[in-house]
């Protein structure tokens, strides 16, 4: 919410045009342009994703010309024209022709973003209609985007001329396989889209949270009475002996650990110890350095080192040496292997934290409705995020609705829970409506990061290039309290062999408490950074038996039949080698231009190509993981499809009902989307682990069929038979018999159906045993990245030049939205190979946590490879955490390629690669 209002009481009255309508506002001269917008004019358009002039989300135009809405102090406005994005479509036929050119080109992911990449677009569009690529990119380069890789907005902009028509419905029984537009994309073109922050009833009380300064501290209230009554418009405060149930909540229960809010001893820098709940107005003024608490500072764990010393303070009592959870996957033997093979290569890597940096804060709001509690939010999970709020509340699941807003990215960090116990209980005792919305800085220090990782590893091969043993050692730093760490912990072991045959393989993990923040699930749930290292490594052992780098990972690939690991054995489906196979020509091609730029070389800049090769489980490891969906036939003959799988951005609803509607043979603009709200849509689980295509889009597949066989058993029709859905009726023809049925003249269900079918699908697993031996996941998605980087080696920067990217996914399903997946991998790939680390109590804001900008990412060439699953709803598999795990750690090869150093404190920045570079003693190295 709006701070602004604290730098002034100073009231005046302003007057501007906004989107050809003059307004009249009384406000302080220097509250935020984007505040008036949103809150006084309720232009919600106008994301704001900082509120520091850093993310672009607040773009508008000012007499014209794009500007920060966010950094506009509202007396700057006054007699000024603003535009917002709801107000482009005014300004001629060009803003409709951007519209049509963003969702055909899959440009809006989550779409917190698009609106600020629309305006900006719009003004360079409207001085410039054939821009260059270049002159695009400097456009955009002041909004970031966090889902899509930034190409696909850039080709938008681009092609916007290039007579976009929009989009035709695909045949029936065709959806499947087709480009086509997602769903849910009008809205975020539009600018109506609701995220977390952009619906609030009347009157809504505002929440603020008083958050620990210190990385571990013990700490005392004052006299918090008396500072509610010497700060009128406070509510009520709220501390833990206020909540009715348990103070604990976890994504996993059996490791449940973390306080809605602290007591006596706060773990971690931005930990909650109490909420201030009151009015608007008076919340934006309250300072809340003043709150009643005194902080007493205790020596904290700041590192795995620090926290596994012998001796180091628990950070848990009930955790001995500060381990949450162990991994262990062991088959062969590796220590017999390795000391029989011909050739070894060992290495240590260490990562840091890194911030999802989602566009859109954590937002929401709570009311109590008689005796249940209603929560709207920004979230990935719904169902789970019902059963903590109950556990807290201490009010049965049913008694909680949970209404999903759209996401304005969460890459896993939205899997936890975040603005949502501190809402339901000021709501639930105060039986008002309360909201809150994350500051930039307090999502930042409080939300859950991808693992820091700790990686020691060794491998050895025979001569003839084949892997014989790999031995793997990783500490994950899960911070204060579990979140995902044991999921990171399980799911490493599994994986860290890469997607290649390896007979011999010990892998043994730990995740380690420290007084940090807690880490969490981020796109990949540890295989990043794990890739970083096994992937490394791979290319030394290849270097050692003078193998090409490509050709050795095409030789111990994994094929259908050759056990992994765990010692699953993968019948079909298995990708990996057509992947790395469909590399091959550009491989050469690059690696062969690569040494011709280094031969021709005379300045600082050297070239180098990577390859990277991935595997990920998708879904849970060996754990029960079932989406159920509900589909329903109205007597209109519309078709209502209850999916509750939280599309985040990445096109799920688009994905699911494309392969509903070929299951059901019936056109795809028949169905009418009922999305995820714990009252209304059965539980499709979480949007994680690269399930939902795969598990809800299976449970669609099923539910469509099974309302496919109740149509042919009422119309006695064989299976073959052709069903025809028109307004009203289904017609039947069998062979030469054609039966109709009158939608009418059958009774409805309590959904309002005439006819109704609900599937499950739960994905075959087995548990793993004490050697992690067993089938930890029913399908696997395969990929391989080949980077091509330009070094500087005076500066120590890395420029990528290009990325090719082929995945195995299976089927693809819609091929534009997996392409869309990829680029926006590759991006967060390419920010931690090169750019982005988090350092909590530092840099806690987006001016110096920096994501890659729309000039930093290179064009992107797709490739898919459909090895169909056998299991998958028509062969499809998984792409969301597939797409990010090979971009580092081919970069970081394509590093060393160029230049011949590795950089084992990942992200390789600028001053550790110079610092490698001096080391190394490159020549022409120095500055002249
Ligand atoms: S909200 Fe204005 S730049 Fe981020
Ligand atoms: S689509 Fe750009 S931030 Fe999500």
């Known amino acids: 919410m709006a701070t602004t209002e604290q730098l002034t009481d100073v009231q005046a009255t302003l007057s501007f045009s906004v989107n050809g309508r003059v307004v009249s506002i009384t406000a302080s001269p220097l509250a935020r342009l984007s505040s008036i917008l949103r ?56 803003y409709d022709k951007l519209q049509k050119s963003f969702l055909m080109h899959g440009a809006a992911q989550c779409g917190a973003c698009t609106p600020g990449m629309l305006v900006a677009a719009t003004a360079l569009l409207e001085r410039n209609q054939k821009p260059t690529e270049n002159e695009v990119m400097d456009t955009l380069g002041g909004v970031l985007c966090r889902c899509t890789g930034y190409r696909k907005i850039i080709a938008a902009v681009l092609e916007v001329n290039d007579g976009v028509t929009g989009q035709k419905t695909p045949e029936v029984g065709h959806a499947v396989g087709d480009r086509l537009i997602r769903l849910d994309g009008q809205p975020k073109v539009n600018g109506t889209e609701i995220y977390g922050a952009d619906e609030v009833p009347a009157g809504a009380l505002v929440l603020r949270a008083v958050r620990c300064p210190f990385h571990r501290a013990r700490f005392r209230f004052g006299d918090l009475e008396a500072y509610a009554l010497q700060n009128p418009g406070i509510v009520t405060i709220l501390t833990a002996k206020d909540i009715p149930g348990e103070n604990r909540y976890g994504v996993i229960s059996k490791f449940a650990d973390q306080p809605v809010f602290a007591v006596e001893e706060a773990r971690f820098r931005g930990e909650a110890v109490a909420a201030v709940v009151g009015e608007y107005e008076a919340m934006g003024k309250l300072d809340l350095a003043n709150f009643p608490v005194s902080w007493k500072k205790l020596p904290s764990l700041m590192s795995l080192e620090e926290a596994l010393a012998p001796g180091a303070v628990r950070v848990h009592n009930n955790r001995e040496e500060n381990v949450l959870v162990r991994g262990r996957v062991v088959r062969g033997d590796v220590d017999k292997a390795l000391a029989e093979a011909d050739v070894t290569a060992e290495a240590e890597y260490e990562t840091g934290f890194v911030e999802h940096a989602c566009i859109e804060p954590e937002a929401g709001f709570a009311r109590r409705v008689g005796d249940t509690i209603e929560i709207q939010a920004c979230t990935q999970s719904p169902y789970m995020d019902r059963s903590d709020i109950a556990r807290i509340l201490g009010i049965p699941p049913e008694a909680v609705r949970i209404i999903p807003t759209a996401v304005g990215g969460g890459f896993g960090t939205k899997l936890d829970l975040s603005v949502q116990p501190f809402l339901a209980l000021a709501s639930w005792h ?23 990782a700790s990686m020691r590893l060794k491998a050895g091969a025979n001569r003839d290039g084949k892997i014989v043993a790999l031995d793997f050692h990783a500490d994950f730093n899960t911070g204060a309290y579990s979140s995902w760490g044991p999921t990171v912990a399980a799911r490493v072991p599994v994986h860290a062999s890469g997607p290649y045959y390896v007979p011999h393989y010990r892998a043994l993990t730990r995740a380690v408490h420290t007084h940090l923040v807690p880490a969490g699930a981020f796109r990949g749930f540890g295989v990043p950074q794990t890739a970083m290292a096994q992937e490394q490594l791979y290319d030394e052992l290849a270097d050692r038996l003078q193998m090409d780098r490509l050709e050795f990972r095409i030789l111990n690939a994994l094929d259908n039949g050759t056990p992994t690991v765990t010692g699953q054995v993968l019948g079909e489906g298995v990708g990996i080698r057509a992947c790395l196979e469909a590399l091959r020509p550009r491989w050469l091609a690059a690696r062969q231009e690569a040494a011709e730029f280094n031969r021709n070389a005379t300045g600082s800049f050297r070239r180098g190509v990577g390859v990277a090769g991935m595997w990920y489980g998708c879904g849970n490891t060996s754990l029960p993981n079932p989406s159920t969906m509900r589909i329903g036939l109205k007597p209109d003959g519309r078709i209502s499809l209850h999916q509750g799988a939280i599309d985040i951005g990445q096109g799920s609803a688009t994905v699911v009902t494309q392969i509903c509607a070929d299951a059901l043979g019936c056109p795809i603009d028949r169905f009418d989307l009922v999305s995820g709200d714990t009252s209304i849509t059965p539980d499709c689980g979480k949007t994680s682990a690269s399930r939902q295509t795969f598990v809800s889009g299976k449970a669609a597949y099923m539910a469509g069929q099974a309302l496919r066989r109740e149509i042919l058993r009422r119309a006695g029709a064989c299976e073959c038979a052709n069903v025809s859905f ?19 003249n059958l009774s409805t269900d309590h959904h309002g159906y005439v006819l109704t079918a609900e599937a499950t699908f739960d994905p075959p697993t087995q548990p793993l045993d004490d050697n992690g031996q067993g089938v930890p996941y029913a399908v696997f998605g395969f990929g391989a990245h080949l980077a091509e980087v330009e070094v500087d080696i005076e500066l120590g920067t890395v420029k990528v030049l290009k990325i090719t990217a082929s995945h195995d996914v299976g089927r693809a399903i819609n091929p534009t939205l997996i392409e869309g997946q990829i680029e926006g991998g590759v991006a967060q790939g390419i920010g931690m190979a090169l750019m982005e680390e988090f350092f909590p109590g530092k840099g806690e804001n987006l001016h110096d946590y920096l994501i890659p900008s729309a000039g930093d990412i290179p064009p992107v060439e797709s490739i898919l490879i459909e090895d169909q699953s056998p299991i998958g709803p028509f062969g499809a598999k998984g792409i969301g955490e597939q797409a990010v795990i090979s971009t580092a750690p081919a970069v970081l090869n394509a590093l060393h390629d160029a230049i011949g150093i590795r950089v084992r404190k990942i992200p390789a920045t600028p001053d550790r690669v110079r610092e490698a570079i001096l080391q190394a003693g490159i020549p022409g190295a120095q500055r002249g």
Not at 728 to 737: K, P
């Open 39 to 94: 809150e006084e004019l309720g232009l919600t358009g106008t994301k704001v994703g900082c509120d520091a002039g850093d993310c672009g989300a607040c773009t508008v135009l000012l007499d014209g010309e794009p500007v920060c809405a966010c950094l506009v102090a509202t007396a700057q406005a006054q007699g000024c024209e603003v535009t917002t994005v709801e107000g482009l479509a005014q300004r001629g036929p060009l």
């Open 726 to 744: 028109q307004d009203g009726r289904l017609e039947v023809q069998d062979g030469s018999r054609q039966h109709k049925i009158v939608l009418s």
């Open 430 to 452: 105060l039986d008002q409506s309360v909201r809150m919305v994350y500051s930039r800085t307090e999502s930042m220090v409080s939300t859950t990061k991808r693992h820091p």
